[in-house]
């Protein structure tokens, strides 16, 4: 994916370019129109308006208590997030050699768009190829920080990305690529480079540098630069793409002779590579939990596991399989648990005859069913305006499959690829998704192993001269801001509805904002209505509500 692995149904699926191929206490609203009194102009007119919008109305649902209706229009919580690629420079930096200045400024160019649109989560390539856009003992500097591999750019981006993410109130996954040695076979490696110290590594491949997947050493590296990540900076996720094995290419044999006659115990092949794969995911879940048990780890996988024609359990698709094409076996991740949520890329749209975006999606929730893995749907934003297929060139493509995202309980959000589009908003869709499914802000999903006691709730909530305001918590990472609007006593979502506060935050329609935490916490509130606030804690989980006094 950094990349993005979508591609291939037995022949190239889309023709796109090799760019794409390989791919301080504010309260950040998402975005300065989206505040219930600037932008969404209350619950009603917003629930219209998205009635209109989203086709049919969604259904009504009622909360745990079962006294409060909830709208699926109004998803409570909901991950909204965007890729930010650096390989080749196809996000950032848009080119190397840029002064530090100029990096932070695109940077907090991507993030304000992020925020603009309501998003609440980045996923940050920091290696893209066994080399790291942080500073790192491990691996060298990247050549898309300089342009030059190994050289030392003056400065560590990495706590600049992520401060600046969590002070916008975006989750910020630091993305992995775990096999790419080299982006090519015939790349000069800098000294120190793990491939040049370790050639038994690795396995030359159609122009490329890989390491070997079959080898017990390469897994032990692999796990201990996810693992140096996350004890060294505040990253909230490790996630990664769609690479594992080589995609199918001139049809070369990928050169692991050696290490299946070591290690193969007997095993097929094509079976022994899974296993690969498979401790590669768990002995990475395990390393990440145990050095910070809050940090979230998934994976972005290929969007068809297998078609129905190889596995009766597959999806009703006729395109490639990564489970026996690149070896990657989402479904014995998902039984494992070693994951917290799968994102497959469904990059295809409505209709298409090989991988129907409506085929697909409820085989990936249908996968995921009472496993307690969460479900985020791979969103292809880089295609929208694409006239290659009819379907693209149309704008209420993409905002359709949010739409029918609502029908299965189990999807728990998107993420775009990639960032340079939330600049360029092809075909103006970002708008479109915006108003018809993102007229609210979000809390984060929750992770089943993440549910855990209720932070205590904000003190000394205030409403002076059009500003709330509330004492800060030390447990808290975020506060969420509900308004009731005037007038709207004992109607949905109204707090007289069930004599409480409780179905005031039941779902979003009341949510106006969610403000990261500072020192001195406040929000500007401008419309009328009763205010409530929660505090969030760095795991996602909610106070009880604390009305204004």
């Keep these: 994916m950094t990349d993005r692995g979508h591609r291939r149904l037995g022949r190239p699926l889309i023709a796109t370019t090799a760019v794409a191929l390989l791919a301080g206490g504010a309260a950040y609203t998402f975005g300065p129109d989206a505040r219930a009194e600037q932008g969404a102009r209350g619950s009603a007119a917003a629930a219209k308006t998205a009635g209109k919008a989203g086709g049919k109305a969604a259904p009504e649902r009622s909360s745990a208590a079962g006294s409060c209706p909830t709208s699926a229009r109004f998803p409570k919580r909901q991950l909204r997030g965007v890729w930010i690629a650096t390989v080749r420079n196809l996000d950032w930096p848009s080119r ?45 500097w990247s050549q898309w920080l300089t342009g030059t591999a190994g050289k030392d750019p003056g400065w560590d981006p990495l706590p600049f990305l992520v401060e600046e993410a969590h002070r916008r109130g975006l989750e910020f996954h630091a993305w992995f690529n775990p096999y790419r040695a080299a982006e090519s076979a015939t790349s000069e490696l800098p000294p120190g480079h793990p491939a040049r110290r370790h050639p038994d590594w690795t396995v030359r491949h159609e122009g490329g540098l890989y390491y070997n997947p079959g080898l017990p050493q390469v897994r032990d590296w692999v796990a201990r630069v996810v693992t140096d990540v996350v004890r060294r900076y505040d990253v909230d996720g490790v996630h990664f793409d769609d690479y594992f094995y080589p995609y199918p290419g001139k049809g070369t044999r990928f050169a692991d002779q050696a290490a299946f006659k070591k290690f193969g115990n007997g095993m097929k092949l094509a079976d022994w590579r899974r296993d690969n794969v498979n401790k590669l995911v768990g002995q990475v879940s395990a390393a990440v939990r145990e050095a910070k048990p809050y940090v979230k780890f998934g994976i972005s996988p290929f969007g068809i596991w297998r078609n129905k024609k190889e596995d009766p359990s597959g999806s009703n698709t006729s395109g490639m399989s990564a489970y026996d094409s690149i070896y990657a076996d989402a479904k014995a991740w998902i039984k494992a648990r070693s994951v917290d949520y799968i994102m497959p890329q469904l990059y295809w749209p409505r209709g298409f005859s090989a991988a129907a975006y409506e085929e697909l999606l409820p085989w990936w929730a249908g996968a995921v069913k009472g496993t307690g893995v969460d479900l985020y749907i791979g969103q292809a934003l880089y295609r929208v305006g694409s006239t290659d297929t009819p379907a693209w060139k149309k704008a209420g493509e993409l905002p359709s499959h949010l739409t029918l995202n609502r029908k299965y309980p189990e999807v728990g959000g998107d993420v775009y690829f990639s960032a340079r589009y939330l600049v360029s908003n092809p075909l103006s869709v970002l708008d479109r998704i915006v108003s018809q499914h993102y007229q609210r802000p979000a809390l984060l999903p929750l992770p089943e192993r993440f549910k855990a006691k209720r932070p205590a ?48 935050t039941a779902d979003a329609r009341n949510l106006v904002a969610i403000v990261p935490a500072s020192d001195a916490p406040s929000y500007a509130a401008g419309g009328s209505g009763a205010y409530y606030v929660t505090t969030l804690d760095r795991l996602g989980n909610e106070s009880t509500p604390t009305p204004t006094r």
Excluded: M
Aim: charge should be positive.
């Design 457 to 504: 709730a904000p003190r000394g909530v205030r409403h002076a001269n059009g500003t709330l305001s509330w004492e800060a918590r030390p447990d808290a990472r975020a506060y969420a801001v509900y308004r009731a609007p005037a007038g709207r006593a004992g109607k949905t979502g109204g707090a007289a509805a069930a004599g409480s506060s409780a179905c005031v």
């Design 96 to 140: 190397p050699g840029l002064s530090q200045e100029r990096q932070r400024a695109e940077y907090l160019k991507i993030l304000d768009n992020a925020v603009k649109r309501r998003l609440n989560a980045v996923f940050f390539q920091v290696r893209p190829a066994s080399d790291a856009l942080y500073r790192s003992s491990l691996e060298p």
